[in-house]
């Protein structure tokens, strides 16, 4: 008897019983009217059927921002090591094979994480986020052509690239943010 229609039957069985004995001044008039009848019966009903229909709703709404939402910290997981990676190599002057591919496989790995969860949000109940994803997207091939463009790998990083990397970089962790935000503010 812990949910609310337990606690209910026992208020009303409690009622009940008090008025057959006309405890407190209650009465019980034992005359059945139909449309009082229906109306209780529908009542009983739609809070019955609200209980476990919103119930099931808001479990799974849950879920699914859950699921959204760890996807999006993958995300920014994945780009704060390549951005790691990077200050490593602009740090040490160099640009190794093994950085190159490290960095390559970040980028590789970033790309598939924004499409798996764009892919995610088409499929779930929150769709009509699909279309929010073209800023993170172009986001990403800027922060792709920083890290990358100009004499990648042949060369370490420029001076100047230190100032591209971080306005790219920015500008993708805010709009993966961003997403994180929306998802998370759907109802």
Known sequence: MKTAAGILVGIFVTVCIAAY????????NLEIKPVELATFLVSAFIAVFLQYYLATQVNDRRSEKNLLIDNCRDALTILKSCRDLFW???????????????????????????????????????????????PAKDAYFSYKNALTGSGFPARPYRNDALADHEKTYRDLNAE????????NKQR
């Open 21 to 28: 004995f006309q405890i407190g001044g209650l009465r019980l």
């Open 88 to 134: 490593n190599c602009y740090e040490s002057g160099k640009l190794t094979k093994s950085n190159k591919t490290s960095i390559l496989g970040y980028l590789r790995s970033l790309a598939n994480s924004l499409d798996s969860l764009e892919s995610a949000v088409g499929l779930s109940q929150f769709s009509k986020l699909k279309y929010q994803f073209r």
């Open 176 to 183: 993966i943010q961003s997403l994180l935000f929306q998802i």
